[in-house]
């Protein structure tokens, strides 16, 4: 390896960090090309290249596991900090354009179109997108995004976060499987199958399953629509939230509402130190929503049962 020094560090690149960034976040090179939407063989040229530049070694490789060395430790939290300060510029470049929120799977739901509208009526000039970044922080990270609709646990105290509502959990389920022919599902009528999960993104995990009553394999995938073919093949079931269930209908694949699990909490995330001004009214907006999508709900059940006692 070459020795260190300004010249060799003049050339390193953005896309070098975030490659080893990804990979740490990772734990391997394949989740961490998945991730950034490269080939693999692209994020080992370019962690490769910035060990070369650096001339210090910043990972130990095996066949299945990828582990920082004391070098790459320090680099880590370096390349962290000049990822955040591009993302910080990025986010300061395009402020006053636009309002991008970004998602992992499927941003709002229902509520997607509607807080749109409610949006452009109250600031026409300043167009509220929602920008799909299949990886943990939704685009945050990156500066993809300015805020982040994210529903899977996120410890990073980097961020801050408000709750906007919850969302109840569904099966997905190959149309000719016979667990559509059902209207409801229980979690223990899953357990007969393997489950299509997300490990970085999404909302599903095994805590969801009784201790007998674990699932018979995992499949895991990295992105929806990935997780819809094999659902739809009937290799797979899969559990998601309602926003997946409005959003991405798809032949092949029914969603039935699942019983006996816990709602999904559903957050608007963002950069602690730096809120946007927006915040506060994109938020309450988004609760105004959910509130008011609970009370029709709550006068459908109504409705019902004044139906069914007449």
């Not at 922080?137 to 996120?154: E, N, P, Q």
């Not at 399953?209 to 290799?235: C, H, K, M, S, Y």
């Not at 009214?281 to 139906?307: F, I, K, N, T, Y």
């Amino acid at each position: 390896m070459r020795p260190p020094c300004d010249l060799y560090a003049e050339r390193m690149d953005v896309r070098q960090l975030r490659a080893l960034v990804a990979v740490v976040d990772a734990g391997t090179f394949t989740d961490a090309a998945a991730q950034l939407g490269v080939s693999q063989a692209s994020v080992s040229r370019a962690v490769a290249a910035l060990e070369d530049e650096m001339g210090i070694r910043l990972l130990q490789r095996t066949t299945r596991h990828v582990a920082l060395t004391a070098s790459g430790e320090r680099v880590l939290t370096h390349a962290r900090r000049v990822l955040q300060e591009m993302a910080y510029l990025a986010r300061i470049s395009a402020e006053r354009d636009e309002v991008r929120i970004g998602y992992a799977w499927a941003a709002l739901g229902k509520h997607t179109r509607r807080l749109q509208k409610a949006w452009a009526a109250a600031h026409p000039g300043v167009p509220l997108v929602f920008v799909q970044v299949n990886e943990v922080t939704a685009g945050l990270s990156d500066g993809s995004a300015d805020v982040a609709v994210i529903r899977h646990h996120l410890d990073d105290p980097r961020f801050a976060a408000a709750e906007i509502g919850l969302e109840s959990r569904y099966a997905a389920v190959a149309t000719d499987s016979s667990l559509a022919r059902r209207r409801t599902v229980r979690i223990e009528d899953l357990a007969r199958h393997t489950v299509a999960m997300d490990p970085r993104t999404g909302t599903t995990s095994l805590d969801l399953f009784p201790a007998g009553a674990r699932p018979r394999g995992i499949r895991q995938t990295l992105a929806v629509d990935e997780w819809l073919n094999v659902i739809a093949a009937g290799q797979a079931v899969g559990i998601t939230t309602e926003a997946t269930a409005n959003q991405y209908p798809r032949p092949g694949v029914a969603y039935r509402a699942l019983r006996h699990v816990p709602p999904v909490s559903v957050r608007l995330v963002w950069w602690s130190e730096d809120p946007p001004p927006y915040l506060g009214e994109l938020v309450g907006a988004a609760r105004r929503l959910w509130a008011g999508s609970a009370v029709e709900g709550g006068q459908r059940v109504g409705d019902e049962a004044g139906d069914r006692l007449g």
